[in-house]
């Protein structure tokens, strides 16, 4: 776990969580699609991509979800993984060059099943436009309601 992105303290509603960065290349893209098996050319073929509607190759939309996964993890200790919920919208893309930066606000505490939890609106963009938008819902730590 990265150390900078953990908390051990009890989120209030309106905290921050903290902010992770990642640099996204071709490469980056290129590994993903071997791992994935997505071999689209809007993705991995920049002569293709250069007449598509970007102009050039984008990331996966699910690349970026799995920052928001390894965010989520990384302040919750892993409860994200274990009972977490997300509901997301892709709604710009992620260029080979772009730093994408994902983060959250807590907007509340929460119940679901009578389990505490936070509500956790997330805020992810990449050369400062917003790409994705949506929530988490995740086991609140230390807390009852």
Same mark, same amino acid.
């Given at each position: ?30 590994? =993903? ?14 002569? =293709? ?17 799995a920052y928001v ?25 992620? =260029? ?50």
């Open positions: 776990m990265n150390a900078d992105l953990a908390s051990s303290a009890a989120p209030e509603a309106g905290a921050s969580l903290p902010v992770l960065v990642r640099h996204v290349d071709q490469a980056t893209i290129d590994a =993903y699609a071997k791992a994935s098996g997505d071999f689209n050319p809007i993705h991995v073929d920049p002569v =293709y991509a250069r007449s598509g509607p970007f102009g050039r190759t984008i990331a996966h939309g699910l690349l970026t979800l996964a390894e965010m989520l993890n990384a302040w919750s200790g892993g409860t994200f993984d274990e009972a977490g919920e997300i509901d997301v919208a892709f709604i710009g893309p992620v =260029y080979a060059g772009d730093t994408v930066e994902v983060t959250g606000i807590v907007e509340a505490l929460t119940e679901r099943d009578g389990v505490a939890c936070d509500r956790v609106k997330l805020l992810v963009s990449a050369g400062g436009r917003q790409i994705l938008a949506g929530h988490a819902i995740l086991p609140a730590r230390n807390t009852r309601i």
